[in-house]
Every structure is written in C-alpha cells, then in structure tokens.
C-alpha cells in the first residue's frame, strides 16, 4: 500500500506542476559552465554529434552499445570540455570499442559500451571524470539526466547541453506505462517519467543520470519523443562491475 502511494504521489506531483520553458533535451533546461564536467560528445569522422557519453577516467567514456556497437573505434572521436557542439575542441580519436557482453539488441538490456582513447584526455577544470554509483536506485527518486539530443523527433541536435530533472519508476509501473514495449523492461532497465512534452530524444542515447555527482543511469531507449511515457536507461548498479574490470 505504502509503495502504491508513494507511486501516485509522485504522478501527482508531476502532471500538476507548473509549466517550464519549453528549451531542450525535449522541455530541458540549458546547463551553465561547470554543470556537467565529465559529459562526452560522441562523433564521426565528419564532426557530427551521434550520442552523448559519460568519462569513466582519462581513457574511457561510457555509452550505449546502440550508438557504438559497429562503429570503427579510430573513425569515432570523442569531444569534451565544452557545453557547446560548435565549439572548436581537441578531438580524442577513439582506439577500441568493449560492448557489454550481454548485450540484447532486440530488448536494449545491457545497452552499454566503453569507448577507449587513443591518447589520455587532458583532465581540467571543465574535463573531469565522474564516479560509477554502486548503490540499486529505488522509486521516486530525483534525478537529472544531461544531452545534447534532438529538439523535437527527428530533429536537428541541441546545440547546448541541457538538463532535466526526472523521477525514477519502479519496473512494473515503468512497463505497464509503456504499454505494447513494456516487454523490453528488464533487471538493467532503470525508468524516470517526467510531464508530456519533457524527456529524451534522438542522440541523448549515453547520455549520464545523475544523482548527488554520481552516474546512476545511462540513457538508452524511449517512445519517442517526450510522449509523457518513460525513459529508459541502464542501470549502473548492473553493469558497475563490468565496466570497472576495464577502466
């Protein structure tokens, strides 16, 4: 009963609550300088933004294995440092792609990989690394989840990084929401849910959740965009161990 609850006062709390500026992710709001210190661009030969990515240390940036998986490693490069795509910024050209090996690419379980640099990336005041969370994130927690992704589905990408602050989902309530996808729910999923017309589009894909300066999250698959159904993203706590047998 108490989880019921606690449930419908969390979706309560989120279709009365006032309007936002309707800015991006989808209905985000623009970082400032010293936000998000460890998020990646992910992008092609030709400098074009594919997917966000979280740096792990000076040679690993986590992402999905969707955006990665088929990739060449010394054809992909990573950008950090800067809260603006069009920023001119040195280029970390990649090395090796590690998917994770349980990787379903029908259901997006286990949608992570670690992309490794050819050269250490230069560590500074706006390039830092962020830590891995090992704690299981519960229900109706706070979070916010950071990307560079498509202003509206099939957009053009957010020139600005950008912010949103979302609620976690328990995995039942997150696959009862989603409806005919709900199927695709598994032990690594982890759900937020947010109003209509907020929530993660094309290229937010390894975009970082963040709780308290720790990655809880990595941003993998919605309905798109912003329908007012759930995201879904990696859990950290389920891959933690994988990913620090290599970083």
Do not use: K
């Amino acid at each position: 009963m108490f989880r019921a609850v606690l449930v419908l006062s969390v979706l309560v709390a989120i279709a009365t609550a006032g309007p936002t500026p309707d800015r991006r992710i989808v209905g985000g709001i623009v970082t400032v300088a010293g936000d998000a210190p460890w998020m990646v661009s992910l992008r092609n030969s030709l400098n074009s933004h594919l997917c966000g990515g979280t740096l792990l240390s000076n040679r690993f940036v986590l992402s999905t294995a969707n955006c990665l998986m088929g990739r060449i490693a010394t054809a992909t490069m990573a950008v950090a440092g800067s809260r603006f795509l069009n920023t001119v910024a040195v280029p970390y050209w990649g090395i090796q792609i590690i998917v994770h090996p349980n990787y379903n690419v029908n259901t997006l379980e286990n949608d992570v990989a670690l992309f490794q640099t050819a050269i250490p990336f230069i560590l500074t005041q706006s390039v830092q690394p962020l830590a891995l969370s090992a704690d299981v994130i519960g229900v109706a927690v706070r979070a916010r989840v950071f990307g560079w992704g498509a202003t509206q589905a099939g957009g053009g990408n957010s020139n600005a990084l950008n912010f949103l602050n979302v609620n976690t989902l328990s995995n039942e309530d997150c696959a009862n929401f989603l409806g005919a996808e709900g199927w695709r729910i598994g032990s690594s999923s982890l759900c937020t849910l947010t109003r209509e017309g907020q929530g993660i589009c094309d290229r937010d894909e390894g975009g970082a959740l963040v709780l308290d300066n720790y990655a809880i999250g990595v941003a993998s698959w919605g309905i798109p965009c912003a329908t007012g159904r759930p995201d879904v993203f990696v859990r950290i706590s389920s891959v933690r161990s994988w990913i620090l047998n290599f970083i």
